[in-house]
């Protein structure tokens, strides 16, 4: 993604990325070393309007000279084209798409139907359908679909957005370009 700060002189890169995911991204990006390897990560960054978009940080490298080389895209879930809409809209099961610290990035209409929230109220939230006192649980589950890039289906709980838990049918949880995506039966 190529950002023209031309505009915007004596200002950060940090300051376009939201207040809340600055630190995280500094020390994703600022503490790199050559010898470590990056972990894929999403983060919120401001439009000139004053909007926020979702950014997926794909790869980062430390040059020789010492510079950080860092691939990221806008993730534009209405672009027909994309990888993340093909997933969320061509299919029949409600499936969402999250970041791997559990912020949604991207539901489908089906997911809308069946938990009751709208994409206006979750995206960029932590996932609301895991219960907190599942959330260990959830965690560990994407950890080992991250490590192991592998899909893992299991049970659990979920809830609506009426608070009502029911027992989920197994939630099929896989990794993919660096996100966590899932679909529920």
């Known amino acids: 993604m190529a950002l023209s700060l031309s505009d915007r002189t ?3 890169f940090f300051h376009f990325i939201h207040e809340e995911d600055r630190e995280e991204a500094a020390s994703r990006l600022l503490f790199l070393e050559k010898s470590t390897s990056f972990t894929p990560f999403t983060s919120r960054y401001s439009y000139k309007n004053g909007r926020y978009g979702h950014l997926f940080w794909q790869e980062a490298e430390k040059t020789e000279e010492g510079w950080i080389r860092v691939i990221a895209e806008p993730i534009e879930e209405e672009n027909e084209g994309s990888w993340l809409y093909f997933l969320a809209n061509h299919t029949e ?3 969402y798409i999250i970041d ?3 912020r949604v990035l991207l539901i489908n209409e089906a997911f809308e139907q069946l938990y009751g929230w709208k994409k206006k109220e979750i995206i960029g939230r932590p996932s609301p359908v895991i219960p907190k006192d599942h959330w260990h649980e959830w ?3 994407i950890e080992e679909v991250r ?3 592998k899909p893992v289906t299991f049970q659990t709980v979920r809830k609506k957005e009426t608070e009502l ?3 989920c049918l197994p939630l099929y949880l896989l990794f993919m370009n ?3 995506v ?3 039966a």
């Open 178 to 180: 660096g996100l966590a």
């Open 147 to 149: 490590k192991s890039k």
């Open 10 to 12: 004596n200002q950060s």
């Open 165 to 167: 838990l029911f027992r």
């Open 100 to 102: 791997l610290y559990g």
């Open 139 to 141: 965690h560990e589950k």
């Open 182 to 184: 899932c679909f529920s």
């Open 93 to 95: 099961d409600p499936g």
